[in-house]
């Protein structure tokens, strides 16, 4: 016996290439009756019979991509066709139509979203029932209040979450007649490893934006990765300055950087103000910034610092004991310090990029990362170095 005489599903696979795909396109007629619409009779006849011949009787009729009641009869009433029959009998295994295809046509939607539908409207009104039943009364206003307790008490069960770190600044409310007085010039002047730990704490101000120092990166002559190691230049000029000014440079084209410029002139030293806390302005801060947020991310890294002042080269060489412009004033001393490896230095030899040079106030979320390799300073004012 053959393959075109077996009763079962493989034998329509054991046709020819061109009847296989026939027989594969009367199985779509549901999804596709335009292209049947189009054919001739004799040749959906042809495969008419092909299928009539080999209708599906297998063993196991999940298996099977045809249904055996699924047999196109010939047209019994007169002005039917073939093809009638075949898009009322044939049914496709998958019918893949989405909502919208189904909603144009007017057709229903499938029966697991349906109930699920109708469980949903069920228990709505049931509890609007129950509410009415409580109150006892059927008058809008007793249903209206058992919607709104309903409410309040889902929005707080979704105010239940886990409380983030936001900081509320209200400018209404700040004296800036009460801010601390500004650093004098003899304050700079020491080198860049002491004058790193004594900047945190600080403030920095320009405007009506105020921001606190917490953490810093010290940069000293004969360090691999300070810029001061090429010499004085165009760009590293404001570096060789006296201590207390400012000293700006673009990174990657993007980040303006703020340091200030330590120990006397023509050393070569500057501080990296990498992270600040926001006191006052914050409006203009997220202005400038572009982001609406409170959170630590406004102002935990040195581009982040000084795109938050508005700050461009332009703005090197500007002393920061001056009134007017860019200031740095006094500010409380933090208890604990924070050191580790700077970031971003891999260029530099293998002992200045384990420096422990990098510091930061203990305890504040306003830290750039990485934070895990930050340790706590054990003699004050003296970081290790390894």
Not at 19 to 35: G, K, T, V
Not at 98 to 105: C, L, N, P, Q
């Amino acid at each position: 016996m053959g393959p075109s005489d077996a009763r079962s599903w493989e034998a329509v696979f054991a046709l020819s290439d061109s009847h296989r795909a026939n027989a594969l396109r009367i199985s779509r007629l549901r999804n596709r009756p335009p292209l049947i619409s189009r054919r001739g009779d004799s040749s959906t006849s042809h495969i008419i019979s092909i299928l009539n011949r080999d209708t599906v009787e297998a063993s196991d009729p999940k298996s099977s991509p045809f249904e055996s009641s699924n047999a196109v009869k010939a047209p019994e009433k007169e002005g039917e066709t073939c093809e009638d029959n075949a898009r009322a009998t044939v049914k496709p295994v998958y019918q893949r139509r989405t909502r919208s295809f189904r909603a144009k046509r007017g057709l229903p939607i499938s029966a697991s979203k349906a109930e699920r539908n109708l469980q949903r409207t069920e228990r709505i009104s049931g509890d609007l029932q129950c509410d009415i039943g409580i109150n006892g009364s059927d008058n809008d206003t007793d249903i209206v209040a058992s919607i709104t307790h309903k409410s309040a008490s889902l929005s707080a069960r979704a105010s239940r979450k886990r409380p983030k770190f936001e900081t509320e600044i209200s400018d209404l409310l700040f004296d800036y007649e009460k801010l601390p007085a500004r650093l004098q010039p003899s304050f700079f002047e020491c080198n860049a490893l002491e004058l790193a730990p004594k900047l945190l704490g600080k403030f920095l101000r320009r405007d009506d934006v105020v921001m606190q120092i917490t953490e810093v990166e010290a940069y000293c002559p004969g360090d691999s990765a300070c810029h001061g190691r090429f010499g004085i230049t165009p760009r590293t000029a404001a570096m060789f300055g006296p201590g207390g000014h400012a000293y700006v440079y673009l990174c990657y084209g993007l980040h303006m950087m703020l340091n200030i410029t330590a120990d006397i002139e023509g050393v070569g030293a500057a501080v990296l103000i990498r992270s600040c806390a926001p006191i006052a302005g914050l409006q203009s801060i997220q202005c400038r910034r572009g982001v609406h947020t409170n959170k630590p991310a406004l102002l935990t890294g040195p581009g982040k610092v000084g795109q938050a002042l508005g700050l461009s080269t332009e703005w090197s060489s500007h002393p920061l004991y001056t009134e007017g412009g860019l200031e740095l004033l006094d500010g409380p001393a933090p208890e604990n310090i924070l050191v580790g490896p700077r970031v971003g230095i891999d260029y530099a030899s293998a002992e200045d990029a384990k420096a422990l040079w990098r510091f930061a106030i203990a305890g504040t979320p306003w830290i750039s990362a990485p934070r895990n390799n930050l340790v706590p300073l054990k003699t004050p004012l003296q970081p290790l170095v390894e």
